[in-house]
C-alpha cells in the first residue's frame, strides 16, 4: 500500500502539499517485483510509474531480440509518454533485482496533471526531453547483427535468408566477390576461404554453413523446451498454432508450441492482412506473427523455434514428441496445426532450382536478388499480386497460372539451360 510518507521521500512529487500526497496515496497501487519479473511488456496499455526501491531494465524488440535501452533506478519514473501520446507502451521494463513501484492507471494519471499544473509542467519538460531522446533511438535503431556472405543463387543461403527475414533479424547480405574485394583493400587477410554461406556477426564471431537450430542458438532464439512435460503441445506456429498458444496459456495450461521456421506461419509471409480481427487497417503479416508470440509468451507459453516434430507416439496419459535433433516432450494434449504446404510447379527438374532462382512464396529479401532481372510470377490469386507489389520486382512480369503453362515451361527451360541443366 502507498503511504503518504513514502510519497514524500519522492523528488518528484516534492512540489506536493498534504492534500496532494493524500490524493494520490488514494489513487496509486504499489506493485512488487522479484528480479526477472515483468512490470509492463511492449505494446501493453501504458500506465505512470515511480520507481521506489530497485532497479528496472528497460529492454524493447529489435530486430526480433530484446535489446536493452536504458536503466530505471529508485526516484526515476517513465510511461508518462506513451499515455499522453495515446500509443501503447513502447518498451518491456524487467526487474534486475528486487523492486517496489508506484503505478498510476493513465487516467489517474492525466487527472493528476489536470489538478496541479506545476506537476503538469515538470512532468511535460521531461517528456519533451525523452521523446527528442526517443527520435534519436528510432533514427539510430534498428542496425543489422550481422552480415550474410553467400552467393545470390546459393539455396542454402535462401534457407538462411528467409529463416532471418521471417524472424525480423535485421542482417546484410554480401556476395563472396564483394567481400574478397574489400578484405584485399582493407589488407586484412581473406576471411572467406571456407565455405559459404557464411555469416559474419558484428562482434568479430563467425559461423560457416550453420543450420537453422544453430544459427537460431546464436541469435539466442528459444530451441529447447523448457520442460519434459506439458498440458498441451501445439506443432506449428503460424495464426492457428499462435492463437491455440494465446488461449490455452491465458487458461493456465502449460504450454508448448513448436515451429520449424518462424511466428506467423504462412500469414508472416503477407505483406499485409486486411481481414484479421481487431486490425481494422489491416497488420502486416510478420507483425501479426511477433505481436502474436509476444502474447503467448507474456501468457506464460513455452515457444520453441528452428525445430522440426518428427514423431508423435500416442500414450494413455501422455503422448510423447520427438524433434528433430533427438529431443522429446509429452503432453497431455497435442494440437496439430502444421498448416499447408505450396502446390508445387509440375515442371521437369524444377526441384534442382529452388532457392536459385526460383521461389515458392516472395519474401522481401528475394527482391534484392532478383532486381534487374525479368521476374515471373505463376499464380494469379492474393499472394502472386501482393508479391508483385510489396516485392518492389523490378521488371515485374505476372502469369495466371491457367494460361502461363507452355510458356512459364519455355521460359523456365530456358533458365535452367542457361544454369547449366542438361
Ligand atoms: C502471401 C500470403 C498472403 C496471405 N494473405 C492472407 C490474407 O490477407 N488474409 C487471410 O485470411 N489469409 C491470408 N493468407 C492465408 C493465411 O496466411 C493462411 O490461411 C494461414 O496462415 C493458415 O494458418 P495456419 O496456422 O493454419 O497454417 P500455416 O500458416 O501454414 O502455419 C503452419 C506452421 O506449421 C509449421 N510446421 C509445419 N509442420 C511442422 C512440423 N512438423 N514441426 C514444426 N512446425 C511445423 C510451419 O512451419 C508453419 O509455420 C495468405 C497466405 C499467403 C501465403
Known sequence: MITMDMLRSVALFAAFDDEHYARLAMRAAEVTLLPGEYLIYQGEAPAFFVILAGKLALTKRIGGREQPIATRTIGDYFGEVPILLGVSSPVNARATEPVRVLRLGADEFRALLADLPAFARTVCEEMLRRV??????????????????????????????????????????????????????????????????????????????????????????????????????????GPTGLSAAVYAASEGLHTLMIERVAPGGQAGTSSRIENYLGFPTG?????????????????????????????????????????????????????????????????????????RGVYYGAARTEARACRGADVYLVGGGNSAGQAGTSSRIENYLGFPAGIAGEE?????????VRLGAD
Open 132 to 237: 527528442s531522446g526517443g527520435q534519436r533511438i528510432a533514427i539510430a535503431a534498428p542496425t543489422s547483427l550481422l552480415t550474410l556472405v553467400a552467393d545470390p543463387w546459393d539455396p542454402t543461403a535462401y534457407r538462411l535468408r528467409d529463416f532471418l527475414a521471417r524472424n525480423k533479424v535485421l542482417f546484410d547480405w554480401q556476395p563472396p566477390d564483394v567481400v574478397l574485394r574489400e578484405d584485399a583493400s582493407a589488407a586484412v587477410h581473406p576471411s572467406i576461404s571456407t565455405p559459404t554461406p557464411h555469416i559474419r556477426f558484428h562482434d568479430g564471431t563467425s559461423l560457416f554453413t550453420p543450420t537453422l537450430r544453430t544459427l537460431a542458438e546464436r541469435l539466442e532464439l528459444p530451441t529447447v523446451p523448457g520442460a519434459h512435460e506439458y498440458d498441451v503441445a501445439i506443432v506449428g506456429g
Open 408 to 416: 512459364l515451361g519455355r521460359r523456365a527451360s530456358d533458365q535452367a
Open 283 to 355: 497488420i502486416a503479416g510478420e507483425d501479426l506473427g511477433s505481436r502474436a508470440w509476444d502474447q503467448a509468451v507474456r501468457l506464460g507459453a513455452d515457444i520453441v523455434l528452428a525445430r522440426d516434430v518428427v514423431a508423435l507416439t500416442p500414450g494413455a496419459a501422455c503422448h510423447a514428441i520427438s524433434l528433430d535433433g533427438g529431443d522429446s516432450v509429452r503432453a497431455r494434449t497435442v494440437l496439430l496445426a502444421t498448416g499447408v504446404d505450396w502446390r508445387h510447379l509440375v515442371v521437369p527438374n524444377i526441384d534442382h532450382f529452388l532457392g
